[in-house]
């Protein structure tokens, strides 16, 4: 099992990375506020579908890499470290874009809301990197199964995802409307993120774990 200090910390990365702006963000946010809170919360049921794929897919390739590369741990850490600057450069860089300026989106099926969430995520590349370069630095063979730990990291991560982007949906459209009128506070909340990002990817930089 994954210590308690270090599923808090990889919450904390979770929470950071569901607070990102990216492509699952966008389309709820932009879904809430053109067809209303059901079908934002429904296309957030076919994102949580979307992180299950991504889940199992890591789990079972961390596992296999780590039994077959003892030093693949130390090639996905310092990706892991890059991918997180990229994010805290991607929040702070001059021109970055609030997520709450939502797209125009055609009224569409349940059905379909689902589907396009469920693509949407599992076709998000930001997901994507995130378990494969961020999950090996929470996981090590002396805590037990590779597999479970990736699993248990997994499901704490699509608590957080599921937690926040369900509030975001419901309140998309008041949170689209205060930021509107209070612009500053965006530029504020970005330079936040930014440099927390950077330094929890010191932190992971920096960190040394035996593997194997």
């Not at 994102?47 to 130390?74: R, S």
């Not at 937690?163 to 949170?175: C, F, G």
């Amino acid at each position: 099992m994954v210590p308690l200090n270090e599923m808090m910390l990889f919450a904390g990365a979770a929470l950071l990375m569901v607070l990102t702006p990216g492509p699952n963000m966008i389309y709820l946010i932009s879904r809430s506020i053109c067809q209303g809170r059901k079908a934002g919360v429904i296309s957030l049921f076919g994102v949580i579908a979307g992180f299950l794929v991504h889940m199992l897919a890591a789990a079972a390739g961390l596992t296999a890499l780590f039994l077959a590369v003892p030093l693949a741990y130390e090639v996905l850490k310092w990706a892991g470290a890059a991918y997180l600057l990229y994010l805290a450069w991607q929040a702070i860089k001059p021109g970055a874009r609030s997520p709450f300026e939502a797209r125009n989106l055609p009224v569409d099926s349940p059905q379909r809301l689902f589907l396009m969430g469920f693509m949407t995520n599992v076709l998000n590349p930001k997901i994507a990197v995130f378990y494969l370069s961020i999950f090996p630095q929470f996981v090590s063979p002396e805590h037990g199964s590779l597999f479970l730990q990736s699993i248990q990291l997994g499901i704490a991560q699509i608590t957080v995802s599921f937690s926040v982007n369900l509030a975001i949906a419901l309140s998309a459209a008041r949170l689209a409307a205060w930021f509107e009128r209070n612009p500053k506070w965006l530029t504020i909340q970005r330079y936040v993120m930014g440099f927390v990002l950077a330094g929890l990817a010191i932190r992971l930089a920096s960190e040394h774990r035996k593997v194997g």
